[in-house]
C-alpha cells in the first residue's frame, strides 16, 4: 500500500470519525481502538494510526498508557467547531 493511499484512507477515517463523534455514535469517554476502527473502515491499522494521532493532535481523542485511547470530553458542538476550522485550514492550504 502506498502512503498517499494510507493517508487517503487516514482522512476518510477522520472524516468518518468526526461525524460519528457529531451524531453521538462515539460517545465522549468512550473507549475505542485502532484495530476496530481499522475493522469498521475496512482498512489496515496503518492509516486507522494515522488518523489516530491527527485526531489525538486536535483535541478529539486522548491516549494513555495502559489506558488506551478515548473520545475526548467534548460536547457535538465542540467537534462541529473542530471539522469546520478542519475544513477552514485545508482550503486555504489547496
Known sequence: MEI???CDFAEMIISQMIKMMS???LTPGEQ???RMMAQIFGVSTQPASIAFKML???G???TKKRSGTRIALLTPEDVWDSMQLRLAVEEKAV
Request: hydrophobic share 40%.
Open 56 to 58: 489525538e493532535s486536535e
Open 23 to 25: 451524531e453521538g455514535a
Open 32 to 34: 475505542i481502538s485502532l
Open 60 to 62: 478529539l481523542l486522548v
Open 4 to 6: 498517499t493511499e494510507n
